[in-house]
């Protein structure tokens, strides 16, 4: 059953925008919006001003019409209230000197949706969530600084938000900042501009807790990366708690060796794609928390055609969730194809090329597809290639000795060697046969 609560729905409103819009947008825009009544009929909302309704009736108007109460007209029905503004107090004849207003660095912006208690715990993101509750639970005292890396929408954002809700729960006394590598890098502009540098080294190096999202960023910004490393271990030295998140691992970041090894001075840890149950389980704990009624089975055809990320997952689950309220429609296996026709596509009749192999194993398993033509024997590249040379000799009708040119020139027995190893091991690794089941399933897309 779809919940009626107004309330609910527009919680649910602002939880799906806030995987679409940036964070900026959203505290910006959506924020300062505020429900002040409702019912079953309408809803109605305070916002700042007249910009902020415009705004949301402009870019958001199908979405609302989706979560919220409709009139007949297929307007959302919704009654815009605008905040009464503060009178403001007369200005003394002769202003006293006064600090300059406080930049945008300090303030604590976090995620309430990204919570501990609603991350999905599976085997591929155990380890990692538990060492960021480590972190949350005893800050300084267990991993620091503590490195999360792992794909494009994988929960490394909801790890580090979740770190900060619970240490400013937990340890009130601390001083803690979150903040992206690119409000970083704009708030070092503007105080340069501003000729206030110092202002902002004191407050960065007078925290207890730096939470650091996308350090990725940081590469190829020499100078912005020299701050950020003075800030680091300026904090490292006294001590203080440091978390930091990436697409890659510190070594494969094009920063400099005196940055790499600062970040591997703690814990490296790997967000990985969530397994199959897992899979289900996100879906079903979203769907609950939106009030959809989702058939396991419904949950199951989902999480077998969209594996690739969390935030794929949730995306579709909405889109789901507001056909059915739209349409009056239990959730279905024919309802989801319906709605998601361009991410279930059937297999496609163009021919599998051993370069599309390489790029999407290099994809899975995170590393670059060059690793796979060189000649490294590091273990986080010989499983990968022999992974794609499986592949190769599975799919592909070719004589061994031309797939196996594709791998750095390496030999048919090569080739023959790694399938024969691999055809073992999936038998008695179950990460591993999902992971080469992920893979075929991208390449038949």
Known sequence: MLTSNPQELWSQFLECLSERCSATEFENWLAPIKVIASSLEEITLEVPNIFVCEY???????????????RVSGEPAIVFVIA???????????????EPAPSSSSELKLNPFYLFSNFIEGPENQFVKSAAMGVANRPSRTYNPLFIHGGVGLGKTHLL????????NHHKKLKIQCITTEAFINDLVDNLRNKSVDRMKNFYRSLDILLVDDIQFLQNRLNFEEEFCNTFESLINQNKQIVITSDKPPGQLKLSERMIGRMEWGLVAHLGVPDFETRVAILQHKAEQKGLKLPQKVAFFIAEHIFNNVRQLEGALNRLTAYCRLMG????????????????????????SVENIIKSVATLFEIRASDLRGSSRTKSVALPRQVAMYLAKELINEPLKN?????????????????KKISDQVEKDEKLKRQIQMARRNLEA
């Not at 009464?84 to 006064?98: N, V």
């Not at 429609?329 to 599998?352: D, H, N, R, Y």
């Not at 750095?408 to 790694?418: D, F, N």
């Open 329 to 352: 429609l239990e959730a279905s296996e024919e309802v989801v194809e319906k709605t998601m026709g361009e991410l279930f596509q059937g297999p496609s009749s163009k021919k599998i």
């Open 161 to 168: 938000h979740a770190i900060g809700h619970h240490i400013k």
């Open 84 to 98: 009464e503004s503060k009178r403001k107090a007369p200005l003394p004849s002769k202003p006293p000197l006064i």
């Open 403 to 419: 797939l196996a040119a594709f791998f750095g020139g390496k030999t048919h027995s090569t080739l023959l060697h790694a399938w």
């Open 56 to 70: 949301l009736m402009d870019n958001y108007k199908k979405e609302l019409a989706s979560f919220l109460p409709v």
